[in-house]
């Protein structure tokens, strides 16, 4: 039986990526911060730990262990990313968990080791004109990022292919593009734009408005949790380090996507746009290498999984408001 360790296994995509495993019959060992909050708690073992602590990184790392998935992250949506307020805790506690995880990987022998990065670290200069954003793998120099989230993610991906050049570790580094579903962060101020959307449509009176960050013209694309983790394990199986982007390229406007929501919510809504953070003005996935190194791409439409997401969001907030009354 394989043992896999999943950092950051109380989030989203860790929690996800844990079921995944224990259906592929791991034995799988979690590590965060917290619980998962939304019963996405399946791992064998479960360490409540901080992995910026070298001493718990040495403890939870064993060197029978195959494989390490490294998603522990200092990081939230445009409200948390992007307003400049979390820089300094977003570089420094998301290093320090990259720093750990990697050195101790190399001195117990783990040689196997999966990163989260991030299309926040793609250049802002590529992605201004919200039609034709260019997010190619070889795009990404000179650097340019419109965050110190993606200045971080850059960084992170720079040491694992380091330790890949160095040590011969066969790390596996893939960048995210906008991972949504069900069993997220939804509401507090971390949650991303999905989430946000689908809450407020929830929320929202019949006949009444949504508030969308923006002008709503800033494009990007969204992808289902399950094909990310799909994406994952089929890197992790592959003999191909990357960095490659996971994403799909169903590229839509922002108020598009809003849209989108209000359709499936079957309410009458209205989209006010309202000034917020709201990062670079265009994002897409380039899925070139992606499919022609792992022959991974979308198994469904958008609408699909946003619809899972949206049933899930509107039960969270009839049980809370449930609770309230
Ligand atoms: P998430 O916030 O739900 O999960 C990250 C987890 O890391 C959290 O549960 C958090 O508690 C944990 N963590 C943070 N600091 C820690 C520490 N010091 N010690 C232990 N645990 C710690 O986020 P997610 O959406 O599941 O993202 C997972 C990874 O994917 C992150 O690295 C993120 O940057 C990356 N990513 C996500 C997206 C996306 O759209 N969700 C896009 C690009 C990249």
Redesign the pocket.
Known sequence: MKKALV??A?????GHLVNRLKEEGYYVVG????ENEYGNGNADEFVL????DPSVVRDVIKSDMDEIYQ??????GAGYVFTGDNDSAIMH??A??NLNVLEEARIKGVNKVFY?????MYPEYNQLDPENPKCSEDSAYPAAPDSEYGWE?LFSERLYLAYNRNYGMEVRVA??????GPQ??WEGG?E?APAALCRKASEAEDGGEIEVWGDGEQTRSFLIVDECVDGIRRLMESDFVGPVNLGSEEMLSINGFAEMIIKISGKDLRIKNIPGPEGVRGRNSDNDLIGEKLNWKPSEPLINGLERTYNWINEQVRQRDAVKD
Do not use: W
């Not at 960048?175 to 949504?180: G, K, L, P, Q, V």
């Open positions: 950092c950051g109380g989030g989203f995509i860790g590590i965060d911060l917290k730990g901080d992995l910026r998603l522990a992250a200092d990081m939230g506690n998301s320090l968990c989260s990065s991030s299309a926040c993610k960048r995210f593009h906008n991972i949504f997220g962060t971390r991303k």
